[in-house]
Each structure stands twice: as structure tokens, then as C-alpha cells.
């Protein structure tokens, strides 16, 4: 180092606040500037840090007790930060590459030097590559970050809803129909908002990189979008079809498997086996069918709750109705068909009543 002094100027008018921050900032005087004449001392020696820097209403000075209150921040393109007071005087300035990574509230991890602990009543504007901090409205900036570092290729921002699934089929009891949305956010940049759409209505749902927020829906089909933006203004969208229904849940689907024989416990192959569920959908009765193999096994999969009418239908055989309450989500039933009684070949049963009838009458005359 050389020991001089570098002026670095830039001049941020108050029609730039204006653009960017509401009448909050009208207090300001027309002709004050946001952002001092910066002027870099580049004798002071470069220094590296562990934690973030947080903002101190009485700064005494050092490094390790954060940066007072009005500092201007300078992200250089060289991999360096710099720090100012209110007034522009160089402080100290910062080694970005050896300086510690921690998490951020969102689980991303990132150079403390760009994680910036704010107070709770803090509003926060971007413009450009200006990011301005403000405190109690009617306040200059608390601070100001400018980032001149070349911003890096970024992985996309990734969306994962796991309370719904695109096709999805929601029962819902209550009035007025809302469903759950929740799931989470991958931003590279940390999150900046997650909102949920549902129709013509907006739910802001945070900015944490898991989310869960409830949405209105109307019964029949639905679309729910997730929208989610990172702290550089990127943005993503996921959407998920889904259908609600109004009503108490139906209950779940059961497996049943089983073999299908005659009364001497032969296989009875091809039969039509079919598990009706007492619960309808909107008035449609809900079966699930099976057609016996040649060793007379059956599977059904989606047979709808545990009490089901069971039907089982074969040529030759007299048709089985049964109705069977099942305790497990996967369960064996084992049915038997009876022979249907066949007639002998050409002695229906027109002729059998004309034959009872002349032995009656041969029996008559006899008698006489």
C-alpha cells in the first residue's frame, strides 16, 4: 500500500430515493445525497472475518462489534468489501474469499460478509445494485449496500410441493373450502417471497425456504400455484391441477386376493370376480374387478373401504353374492361357486309340464 487516498464519488440524488422508496423519505432535503462521496484509504491493511456484521447504534470502532448505524457497504469487483460511515470515511475493509461462510434463516450458506442482521422495524429497497436499509420512517438509511462483484451463475431456483400432487383429489368437510399448500424452496440467492395462487386470490406465504400456508378453493377442479422469488429478483412458478370435493374423506383402497373353486375345490378359471364399495361418488357406485386365472386366482387393488358387496359371476355356475367387511388395508378371500343344475337335453321344462300332465290323464283312465 502506497498510503494515498482515492476519492470514489457517487452521486445518488433524492429523485433516485423516490423512485425506489415511498414518501417515507420525503423528510429528506432535495438537494442531500443518499449515498456521501466515498473516499477509499488504500493504506488500510485488508482484514478477514468470522460472523456477520451487525448494525451498532454506538459503534466503538471495532470491527468485531459490527458497523454503526448509516455505513455504506461496497461489494468490489476485486473480491473485497469496504466499509464507510454515514460521512464516507473509509473504515476498514474486508478479504471476501477468506472470510467465514455461515447458514442463513433460509439454510443457504453464505459469506458473512453478505448476511446482514436488520431490526425488526427495517425497510429494505433495491434499486439497481443498490440495496438501501431503512429504519422509523422519516430516517436516512440505517444502510446501504452497493454490490460492483460480477454476480455468479446461479442454479435455478427449485419448488417441491409435498402436500399435493398434480391430479390430486382433495375431500373437504368445512366451509369455506380451503386446502393446505406446503412444501419447500431451493434458492441458491435465499428467499425472498413464497406467495400461493388459487384462482383470482394471492397468499403471501412467507420467505423461508419451507412453506406452509392454507389457500381458498372451490369444489371441482382447482389450479394452486407456488410462486417463489430470491433475493436477486429471480423468480419460479410450479403448478399443480388437483380436485376438491365436498364431503367427509371416503375410505382408503384395500388389496384382496384369493381363489375362485367348485364345490369339489377345482380351480374355476375365467370368472368375473367384483368388489362393489357401499360408499358412491357423487352417486356412482365404485367397483374394482378381476378376471380369474386358469388356477382360479383373482387379485383386486383398488377396492374402495372395508365393506364391500362381492360378486362373483361364471357360465355354468350359479352367480355368488356376498357382502364382507375386511379389517387390513391387504387381505385373502377365498370363494366357492356351486354348479348351476342343468336339464336334460331336449326335456325343457315346456315338456316336462305336457308330460306330468298325460300321465295324469293315463293315470285317469285307468282307474275308470
Partial sequence: ??????????????????????????????????????????????????????????????????????????????????????DGNHLFSIDDELSAKIPTPAGVEKPCIRVHPLPNDSRVYHYDNVTFVFGTAGEPPILTIIDESPKPDEEPIAINITSLHEGGVAWIDVAPAHVAVVGEVHAPAGVHSVVVRSGSVEVPCGNAAEFACSVPVSFGKNTITVVATDNHGNRAAKTVNMTAHSGIPPPPLITVSGRVTDTGGNPVPGALVRFESVFDLDGESIAGTAVTGEDGCYLVEDALGYRQTVTVEKEGYSPLREEFIFENLTNDLDLELEPSSRTVPGFGSALAVLSLTGAFLLIGRKRR
Avoid at 454506538?58 to 455504506?72: K, L, R, Y
Fill in 1 to 86: 500500500m502506497n498510503g494515498t487516498t482515492r476519492t470514489w464519488t457517487l452521486s445518488f440524488l433524492l429523485a433516485l430515493l423516490l423512485a425506489a422508496v415511498p414518501a417515507a423519505g420525503a423528510d429528506l432535503g432535495p438537494n442531500q445525497h443518499l449515498i456521501p462521496e466515498l473516499k477509499v484509504n488504500e493504506s488500510i491493511e485488508t482484514i478477514t472475518i468470522s460472523a456477520e456484521l451487525s448494525l451498532q447504534p454506538e459503534w466503538d470502532g471495532s470491527v468485531t462489534a459490527g458497523i454503526p448505524f448509516g455505513a455504506v457497504m461496497v461489494h468490489t469487483a476485486n473480491a473485497t468489501t469496504l466499509i464507510f460511515d454515514r
